[in-house]
């Protein structure tokens, strides 16, 4: 069987993402609201993963190293404003309300970044 490469069917894999992601802020909200910030931290770091996978794999690549995402994250063409310093604050504090707000705004850039790459590749 051939392995898996959803970064090679983008456009099932990343409105996936954004599908999961949708699922984890309607459990955050309710968290953040009541200041539960410690029982939100695991949701954030599956968000933080999702949005990584997403930003990846628009660019056409797997993610190939967690650790040194600052490098990878860089090099992508196809990209969020200033996300190398906004995923290093919400990486420093996942638990955090305005980690959530950032990684909700990070996930509307790429969402629309998303659909304009996508009306694009069908114009050319």
Request: hydrophobic share 45%.
């Amino acid at each position: 069987t051939q392995e898996e490469k959803p970064w090679q069917q983008k456009e099932q894999a990343i409105p996936a993402i954004f599908s999961l992601w949708e699922e984890e802020k309607k459990e955050l909200i309710p968290l953040f609201a009541a200041r539960q910030p410690k029982q939100a931290k695991d949701a954030m770091v599956r968000g933080l993963s999702y949005f990584l996978c997403a930003l990846c794999w628009l660019n056409g690549r797997a993610v190939n190293n967690v650790n040194g995402w600052e490098k990878e994250v860089e090099s992508l063409l196809l990209r969020p404003l200033n996300v190398v310093d906004r995923l290093s604050f919400i990486f420093a504090r996942p638990a955090l309300h305005h980690s959530f707000v950032q990684l909700d705004e990070l996930f509307i850039e790429l969402t629309k970044l998303f659909y304009k790459q996508l009306a694009k590749q069908k114009r050319d």
